[in-house]
């Protein structure tokens, strides 16, 4: 129920100038809220230059001279 309120509501602004700036500041406001300091993080583990336990994970561009 608080999803489809989320919805309606931000349909209802998104229709307006004024609404779309609201909207705005309230994303920006939000992100900064859950982001959080790189410190403050628990969830992180992985330390800089560790790789990913991800087979998937993206590893950046293949190298154009392998054969």
């Not at 705005?24 to 993080?41: L, S």
């Amino acid at each position: 129920m608080k999803r489809l309120l989320q919805l309606v509501v931000t349909r209802w602004l998104a229709r307006t100038p004024f609404g779309l700036v609201v909207l705005g500041v309230g994303w920006w406001f939000m992100r900064k809220r859950r982001g959080g300091r790189p410190e403050d993080r628990k969830d992180v583990l992985r330390e800089p230059g560790r790789s990913s336990r991800n087979p998937y994970a993206w590893h950046g561009p293949a190298q154009r001279d392998r054969r």
